[in-house]
């Protein structure tokens, strides 16, 4: 039993907005998608498949056998469109020799749009309800006038997938050359990369936003030794296979590309973010228990030092030496 590493592509389907801070009226949303949003979608899809349909429960078992990272906007080529901090022109965003100011890729990339509630009486504004919604764009918005030619965005991260291995819920196994989760009780089976198809993910999802394809199937990396450290396609860092936890390793002057939790204890040049989430609550349910994980390094910021990761089961990241993912449970 130990951990696999794979690499998927998502291609965006409708509009993500993904929630970040509100300037005015303006609800922004982040660059990424964090891997949260992604375990968020496959414990909604997979709990009604089911006995049950316990959402808790298959929650914490896709949280023992599963690791995601952050999913980035990648548009084909080599071109990852991960952050950077740069000191004279702030966040920058792709591989250095083709790299994108933040304004650039905002304006490739962001779109927006104003909504109000209406008086149904007077069919007029109600006054202080106007509100506009930032989002990734499924297309990428150029200046070419040429309306048959649209380049299609993607988003794509790494997924560690622990196998074989067994939970309280289901079991991970691989068959046919696939991984599949089969359920304790009934041995009901359902083949993960038919489950993550088609996931939605962000907010507004009830007008359609958020809608991703799965493009082939997730892709296994691997080393020419069992033991030897594995370089991450499209994701700066090395990773080495391990029975226990998902560690990665980062250089000095490489930028994170996951929330660094405890930032006293990583020396790193970039920003500083408080992590904010929404999880299930046992009384009210979904969504209704605000969680904060306190002030941590964005994605971007610029290792000082090399150090070495713990991945945690929603994509955020403690430095070794700091807070054990063992002593937050």
Not at 72 to 87: A, Q, V, W
């Amino acid at each position: 039993m130990s951990w696999s590493l794979y690499t998927w592509t998502f291609r965006l389907r409708s509009p993500l907005h993904v929630g970040f801070h509100k300037t005015m009226h303006l609800f922004r949303t982040r660059p990424y998608a964090p891997g949260k949003l992604v375990w968020g979608a496959l414990t909604a899809k997979l709990a009604p498949l089911f006995p049950l349909s316990d959402y808790l429960k298959t929650g914490q078992a896709l949280e023992e056998v599963f690791r995601f990272s952050n999913l980035y906007l990648y548009t084909g080529g080599d071109t990852l469109y991960l952050p950077r901090y740069t000191e004279r022109e702030g966040l920058k965003f792709g591989l250095a020799d083709k790299s994108l100011t933040r304004r650039d890729f905002e304006k490739y990339f962001f779109s927006s749009m104003a909504s109000t509630a209406v008086k149904p009486e007077t069919f007029t504004a109600e006054e202080g309800l106007l509100h506009q919604v930032e989002f990734i764009n499924p297309y990428l918005i150029s200046s070419r006038t040429d309306a048959d030619n649209f380049t299609p965005v993607y988003l794509r991260g790494l997924l560690w997938i622990k196998k074989p291995a067994e939970t309280a819920v289901f079991q991970v196994i691989e068959k046919d050359g696939g991984i599949v989760l089969s359920q304790n009780d009934t041995n009901s089976e359902v083949n993960f990369a038919e489950l993550v198809k088609r996931l939605q993910i962000g907010g507004e999802r009830k007008y359609g936003f958020g809608l991703l394809e799965l493009q082939g199937i997730p892709e296994q990396i691997l080393g020419s030794d069992g033991n030897e450290a594995i370089t991450l396609p499209g994701f700066p860092g090395r990773w080495r296979p391990d029975k226990e936890v998902v560690r990665i390793g980062l250089g000095q002057d490489e930028p994170l590309w996951g929330h660094v939790l405890s930032p006293e204890k990583v020396p790193c040049r970039g920003f500083l973010e408080p992590l904010v989430g929404r999880n299930w609550d046992m009384v009210k349910g979904a969504g209704q228990n605000i969680k904060s994980e306190g002030l941590a390094w964005a994605p971007g910021s610029l290792l000082q030092e090399a150090r070495t990761f713990e991945v945690t089961p929603h994509g955020t990241w403690f430095a070794d030496g700091g807070t054990s993912l063992k002593e937050t449970t």
